[in-house]
């Protein structure tokens, strides 16, 4: 059983639409990162959630972090092809001290 | 230019044959830590260091092995590798040992076991 459960696995969008990923957990996380991997490289921090209820925006990413701190949502406006990559959250539990775990990913592509 | 340098990016091995990958940071980051990513299963950490001398097993430790004499380098050994090791791994380093830090990877090794 994977700690971090991102769904969807796969998305494949056209150019232009809205999508979002989530990231779904039972636990309870002190702050959760949000990474994009393009193929052939290594994963790439976009940004940190630390707060319940925390929105972060990256020009047409918004980011944001359950009130809980059990779950975050990624949503992206206007996807463009430049987007395409493996959507990754890891997170740190409260009850694990340092430990980043890493969710099971979301593939996305988005076609012109 | 800060970065995390691993080597080799591809490599094919025979099953038995003791090989390294190796990595090094240029960024004094006190944490490194080794992950292998499979399809489906994400990133799983194999090992970690929070400093010089000082490492401890992730959540796959098993048919690795890992040293940390310098702060820059933290290579991972498999002493037999068999083909269930065939992956994409990944090092990492962090400023501090801390998952709140900011993590930066190397760009991967591919490696085949046959």
């Known amino acids: 059983t994977q700690l971090l459960e991102q769904s969807p696995q796969f998305l494949s969008i056209q150019e232009g639409e809205n999508l979002t990923v989530y990231c779904n957990s039972s636990?309870?996380?002190?702050?959760l990162q949000w990474y994009r991997q393009e193929p052939g490289e290594g994963p790439v921090l976009l940004v940190t959630?630390?707060?319940?209820?925390e929105v972060k925006k990256l020009k047409r990413l918004t980011f944001q972090f359950g009130d809980a701190r059990k779950d975050s949502s990624l949503h992206i406006t206007a996807a463009q092809p430049g987007d395409t990559g493996l959507y990754l959250c890891?997170?740190?539990?409260?009850?694990?001290?340092?430990?980043?775990?890493f969710g099971t990913g979301t593939r996305l592509a988005v076609r012109p | 230019e800060a970065q995390v340098t691993q080597n080799p990016r591809y490599l094919i091995t025979v099953t038995g044959k003791k090989l390294t990958v190796t990595c090094s940071q240029n960024?004094?980051?006190?944490?490194m830590s080794w992950y292998r990513q499979d399809p489906g299963l994400g990133l799983r950490q194999i090992y970690y260091?929070?400093?010089?001398?000082?490492?401890d097993k992730g959540d796959v430790p098993e048919g690795y092995k890992v040293s940390r004499k310098e702060k820059r380098n933290f290579p991972l050994i498999l002493e037999s590798p068999s083909p269930n090791q065939t992956s994409l791994y990944f090092c990492?380093?962090?400023?501090?040992?801390?998952?709140?830090?900011?993590?930066?990877f190397g760009s991967g090794t591919r490696l085949t076991v046959v």
């Open positions: 960024m004094n980051h006190e944490y």
């Open positions: 636990s309870v996380f002190s702050s």
């Open positions: 260091s929070m400093n010089v001398e000082v490492t």
């Open positions: 959630v630390v707060t319940g209820g």
């Open positions: 890891a997170g740190v539990r409260e009850s694990s001290g340092d430990k980043l775990t």
């Open positions: 990492a380093s962090s400023l501090f040992y801390t998952g709140q830090g900011f993590y930066t």
